[in-house]
């Protein structure tokens, strides 16, 4: 069972996790979890360029990963990060290379990348990820029988929900 893990918004992910959980369990099968900027950016790794998968992580920021096209796929150059499209249209312009940039949150806020060098958000067809790239990324996974138990899956979280932060500044107050 392959199945998407985040980064995203909270409940999504919530749900979609246990669903794919309660089914792996169900069906008694291992499970394979990946990043929705793998996947975003797996979609383009046909490209000389930078990749920047960006999300929409709502509250005027974005969950970001940056990638390098290499045979047969894409390599993450560092790990996933949350922060405004502002910041990471500024690390964009401190690397200086051209830059291709996939994912909602590249077209929602594409006035902020205006200044980048040579940067270029990608269709919209590559706004969200998509199956066709969790089939192909799983397959090799599931064949070298790289898997995960249910238990140990979890969602991809790079912030606190709206719940906890509402939660922590009722117990501050």
Known sequence: MAVDVGPGLFTGLRVGVAAAKALAMGLRIPMIGLSSL????????RTSRLIAAVIDARREEVFYALYRSVPGGVQRLGPPQVSSAEELASELMARNEEALLVGD???????????VRAAEAAEVGSAHPSAAALVELAHPQALREEFVQHWELQPLYLRKSDAELNWESRASA
């Open 38 to 45: 793998d996947l975003l950016a797996f979609g383009v790794r």
């Open 105 to 115: 949150g590249a077209l929602r806020y594409a006035t902020a990348f205006d200044d």
